[in-house]
């Protein structure tokens, strides 16, 4: 299992802008989660220190001591989308990051984030793109910037606790776009399921195998582009959705299937949105419980 990094007391003490036995206090109490090094010193998971920062609305005043950026802005979920778009097309890391990281801080979930900033600045960049306004080389290094984003927000969710169910993430051959199956990994790790992108652009009988070997709880198959979307229906329905359909529960999504081709697809659900996907995994998980409640 991964290792997260984890910080002393008074690091997070100067993080947060509290004093160290007020962190030491938390820890005694359980209000935050520590671990103990063979020498009896306490360490506390940087996952751990975001969440009572989200859940008890402390600020992060000195974030680059836990390794966050450095620099944060301040501004609302539904204020973030413009000034995004400005640093994304500038191609500038650190002041993106700086616009992201504070609104998970700040309390607001995987799913808003994804739904109200991630999804909508990305339309803006595409329809900036088809008019002339953003270059090839600015839209990838916009995915590149956001996508080193996630990474970092992934490192502040806790790990996954044993026997949490499992699903994998993927898209199929010459689908490139990695930033949907990232988000839907985060959205899912959020929910606490183990949830990892498998591959992107991995060909059909690959993630057929590997649905096969190793069969996960959900499975979410992502689509931006195809070059010819109903031969590639027909294909996923007889070479991966039909034959896998008892081992795991397939959800679709992606802005490659229009409205008439979703009815077509074999698979058990399709997501039109992060916020759909986290609620078809809730539904799953009340699924299992009611099962286990009923044995």
Known sequence: MPMQRKFTPKQVAQALGVSESSIKRWVDSGKLEAVKTAGGHRKLPLAAVVKLAREQGYAIVRPELL?????????????ACEPLVETLAAGDESASQAIIEPL????????????????????????????GEFSVHQERRACEIAI???????????LPEPGAP????????????????????????????????LGISLPLDEIRAAVEKNPPDLALLSATHLDNANVF??????????????????IVGGQAFGSELQPLIACHHFSRSMHSLAKLADEYVSELHAQGEAN
Request: charged share 25%; net charge neutral.
């Open 233 to 250: 229906v027909t294909q996923a329905n007889n070479d991966l959705f039909i034959p896998t359909a008892g081992l795991t529960r397939w």
């Open 166 to 197: 499992r699903a994998i993430v993927t898209t199929p051959s010459d689908d490139h776009a990695e930033l949907p199956s990232r988000l839907a990994e985060l959205v899912l790790r959020e929910k606490g399921w183990d949830a990892r992108v």
């Open 104 to 131: 998970y801080h700040a309390g607001h979930s995987m799913v808003e984030i994804a739904d109200q900033v991630i999804a909508p600045v990305f339309h803006e960049i595409g329809h900036r793109w088809a008019r």
């Open 67 to 79: 390794g966050l950026a450095a620099e944060h802005v301040k501004c609302r979920l539904e204020d």
């Open 148 to 158: 080193a984003t996630l990474h970092n927000l992934r490192r502040m969710l806790p």
